[in-house]
């Protein structure tokens, strides 16, 4: 029962945004394509930029909930891949089609004089990849990623225009790893779970330079996830159950962001995003004890992934189409990661476009929801044969995201 | 805002409480009755594997079967008498990865039942080289019944021995008849069981092989159910120190001896056998260090190293007492007794039986297996023994002047073995 409980709480985790990372964690964010750093005015500031809970109303608390409900379109794969011995053989294949449900929650606390206190549950960075046809089922029949993050920040009025804020990551995931190229003729079989409890900090600055510019930075440390578990790996039917344990980085990131606003109706962000993926530079799966020898190159050698820094520019626009009604939409172009040569299939990563557009409704005084909705729309991305160390060749299309968030905050 | 934090933390607890996703359940082997699956190889890889050693022709025409270890316990009994539980491998040929002909005749070979190879492995001292550990470890095909089973189609059954395996508690009796030979035909009647509840169909056909201390083995275990009145239907020892008390003499009456190992775990084994105090016939140091080095930890080359390659006199392995007591062939001393009765050539197999070895074994002259031969034959009437060199055979040549080692012989006298088997199978069963 905790299981289910757990899955329905949570949801699995998505790529939505470059690898696995997930900026969108609240109706506006998702609205806004994740932009308002600088202009966060609500609960979410609490995770948006923290340093701007200085500046929301000082009698009131604030709180926000919401589901965030995506969906994961097919990616096309028309190619072949390399197999020892046998060389390249056809792989044309598409992926299992995903569905996913990803809660948030935010709260910002009364001002206790200068002092601010937030809290953030977050899903920051997910991923959920299943292939059933016979060669990609090999790598990554499943590649699953999932984590939850308390984020508890205080943030401190320096004067009218400038606050600071930090915060502590406290984060939990789960991973799950599944592959089989029974289908293929290779007769091997990897079952892997983990999970782990880590934590980071994150810190961030406000500067109203004018009542209508401001200005926003954070930034938010590297988490290393060594999802520790159980394994099981198999030559043909015949198995061998181990400890195991493998570690991916949630990267750190930075945000630089700035808005202004025109006649108290019209909000422009820009926000440039630099996420540090170079720290991810090998994936390597450890045991408990020796594996069986023919497995040790396919299952116990690290895999190279050197992944470079990434860059994220983000647009949103706010506009105040009456006392009770706001607009937001929100464009972003985000940048893999992945190069061409580790690219694999558990994550076929390439450059997005992100469309999104919402709104909010203020029901009373203290209560007002919302939708959104956002488009993530990969681009292409062909491999050459001989570019890539896992012998992948051809080129993965379509894939990408559809999200549609709701949610409501309470102001009291 | 406390009520708002409860609310939070409990919040928090709850999802951290309720993460259980870091377990998968034990690996999801076959359920199989009396034993484990611990291998599962294709056919096709393991072909592939065989073409690249060049140990096949690459030109697709030999069937190589799939290849299906099961880990089987047994019981069995010990020197005393005493009951064991023991383990053992069993490899059966199976479909997996065969194409469409190996699978009809795979077919075929079960329509008229497997025949059973009783294969006893050579000596090891370390714990994780007996055969269902190795498969239990790697899971993959290893040594001898990848040409047993895959190539000529047989079941191999492979008994840990005692003192191995699921009984490595105990100490391995090497080159002791009675519980060497109890360990394997044991274990054949386990397999047969086994392959009973499991579907997996025999004929009754049953041939016995081993290599090294594992021919000794299969002599004494041909001995033991011949006196049983059992069938066996070939009996093909090879290499094997069969008269061990002029092994015991060809050894001891040598200044120096590359693998002191076999000898001391002689005198160790038989010591504890027969309740005596392996002092008697190992000098200080070494007789005090004899619990270590073969407690199943350590491996051959590291027990060679500890202990000393000269045979006798100050500074030696053994004591003048053993040295005098076997070669003097002294009736009254227990050790040169025991290795008088726990030698196997000293009767008359009426079971067809040919022992093979190579003509340049290093460890173990060929004159043991011509010596066994010629008693069988002379002195206690055996009709159907003979002696096999392997490199003759495998070269075609009579007067070959190709000799192989004790170790470099193993593959080819394994072949030649196999090949005598199947010749009998194909003119009996049929294929």
Redesign the interface.
């Given at each position: 029962m905790?299981?289910i409980?757990?899955t329905a709480?949570?949801g699995i985790g998505i790529a939505n945004a470059a690898a696995y990372k997930i900026p969108e964690q609240s109706l506006d964010g998702m609205a806004l394509s994740a932009a308002h750093v600088a202009h966060s005015t609500g609960a979410d500031s609490a995770y948006y930029n923290p340093a701007n809970m200085a500046f929301l109303d000082d009698e009131s608390?604030y709180?926000e909930g919401g589901l965030s409900m995506v969906y994961l379109p097919s990616i096309d794969f028309d190619g072949e891949q390399y197999i020892s011995?046998r060389g390249y053989i056809p792989a044309d294949a598409e992926s299992e089609k995903e569905w996913a449900v990803i809660p948030f929650?935010h709260?910002v606390?009364?001002a206790m004089g200068d002092w601010r206190?937030g809290?953030s549950?977050t899903s920051p960075a997910g991923l959920t990849k299943r292939w059933e046809s016979a060669v990609q089922k090999g790598f990554a029949e499943k590649f699953y990623l999932m984590s939850?993050e308390?984020n508890p920040s205080v943030s401190y009025k320096i004067s009218d225009t400038l606050a600071v804020a930090a915060g502590l990551r406290?984060v939990?995931s789960?991973g799950?790893v599944r592959s089989d190229g029974s289908d293929m003729?290779?007769?091997f079989k990897r079952?892997?779970?983990?999970?782990v409890?880590t934590g980071g900090y994150n810190l961030a600055l406000s500067w109203k330079a004018m009542p209508d510019l401001e200005f926003g930075a954070t930034f938010r440390s590297k988490v290393d996830l060594k999802?520790?578990?159980?394994?099981?790996l198999?030559?043909?039917?015949?198995?061998?159950?181990y400890s195991a344990s493998v570690t991916v980085p949630m990267p750190a990131s930075l945000d630089i962001a700035v808005a202004k606003t025109f006649n108290n109706r019209l909000t422009i962000e820009a926000l440039y995003e630099r996420t540090y993926w170079s720290s991810y530079r090998r994936l390597d799966f450890e045991y408990n004890k020796?594996i069986?020898?023919?497995l040790v190159a396919i299952f116990d050698k690290p895999i190279d992934k050197y992944w470079k820094d990434s860059n994220t520019w983000r647009l949103g626009v706010t506009y105040l189409y009456s006392d009770r009604l706001t607009l937001m939409a929100g464009y972003a172009y985000d940048e893999s990661p992945i190069p061409t040569k580790t690219l694999g299939y558990e994550l076929p990563d390439s450059d997005a476009n992100i469309f999104s557009a919402g709104f909010r409704y203020k029901q009373d005084e203290h209560l007002s929801w919302g939708v959104a909705v956002l488009y993530d729309h990969k681009d292409s991305r062909s491999i050459k044969k001989m570019e890539n160390e896992a012998g992948i060749a051809g080129r993965f299309d379509k894939g990408g995201a559809i999200l549609v968030s709701s949610g409501f905050e309470y102001k009291f | 805002?406390k009520r708002?934090?409860t609310l939070?933390s409990a919040?928090?607890l709850?999802?951290?409480?309720?993460?259980?996703?870091?377990?998968?359940s034990?690996?999801?082997?076959?359920k199989i009755k009396g034993g484990e699956?611990?291998?599962?190889?294709?056919a096709?890889?393991l072909k592939?594997s065989l073409i690249e050693k060049g140990l096949i022709e690459a030109d697709g025409n030999t069937t190589v079967f799939g290849y299906?270890?099961y880990l089987i316990e047994y019981d069995t009994t010990n020197e005393n008498g005493e009951k064991v539980r023991a383990s053992g491998l069993m490899v059966v040929p199976s479909a997996?990865?065969l194409d469409k002909i190996g699978k009809e005749k795979l077919e075929y070979m079960k329509s008229k039942g497997f025949s059973v190879v009783s294969d006893d492995h050579g000596t090891i001292f370390a714990k994780d080289k007996a055969p269902s550990i190795v498969a239990?470890?790697?899971?993959?095909p290893d040594g001898s019944p990848i040409m047993l089973t895959s190539l000529f189609g047989f079941v191999t059954l492979q008994p840990d021995y005692i003192g191995f395996g699921s009984s490595s508690d105990e100490y391995h009796p090497y080159l002791l008849k009675k519980s060497s030979a109890s360990a394997t035909a044991d274990f054949i009647e386990a397999a047969k069981k086994f392959a009973k509840e499991n579907h997996i169909p025999l004929n009754n056909q049953l041939y016995l092989t081993g290599y090294s201390e594992g021919g000794y083995v299969a002599l004494a275990t041909l001995q033991k159910m011949e006196a049983e009145g059992k069938s066996v239907t070939y009996a093909a020892p090879m290499a094997g120190p069969y008269m061990m008390d002029r092994m015991a003499q060809a050894v001891l009456s040598m200044d120096s001896v590359n693998h002191p190992s076999f000898m001391a775990d002689v005198a160790y084994a038989y010591s504890l056998a027969y309740n005596k105090d392996v002092s008697e016939l190992v000098q200080p140091p070494y007789n005090s260090m004899l619990d270590t080095l073969f407690s199943g930890d350590m491996s051959i080359d590291e027990i060679d190293t500890a202990l000393s390659k000269e045979v006798s006199g100050e500074g030696g392995l053994f004591t003048d007492k053993a040295v005098n007591g076997v070669l003097s062939e002294d009736g009254n001393f227990w050790f040169y007794n025991a290795l008088v009765s726990n030698s196997t050539a000293y009767w008359g197999p009426k079971t067809p039986t040919s022992f093979i070895q190579c003509k340049g074994d290093d460890v173990i002259p060929f004159a043991m297996t011509t010596g066994t031969v010629d008693l069988m034959k002379n002195i206690y009437g055996a009709e159907n023994v003979n002696a096999v060199a392997v490199e003759p055979v495998i070269t075609g040549n009579p007067d070959t002047t190709l000799r192989l080692g004790h170790s470099e012989c193993a593959v080819p006298a394994y072949y030649v073995a196999g090949s005598i088997f199947a010749n009998i199978r194909k003119s009996t069963i049929g294929y």
């Open positions: 905790n299981k409980f757990y709480l949570i608390s709180i011995v929650g709260f606390s009364k206190v809290v549950i939850m308390i406290a939990y789960e799950e003729g290779l007769p079952e892997m779970k983990g999970n409890v999802e520790k578990g159980e394994a099981n198999y030559i043909g039917n015949a198995g061998r159950h020796d069986q020898d023919m | 805002m708002e934090f939070l919040l928090v709850v999802v951290i409480m309720s993460g259980c996703g870091a377990t998968v034990e690996p999801d082997n076959d699956l611990v291998v599962d190889f294709p096709n890889l592939q299906r270890g997996s990865g239990s470890m790697q899971n993959i």
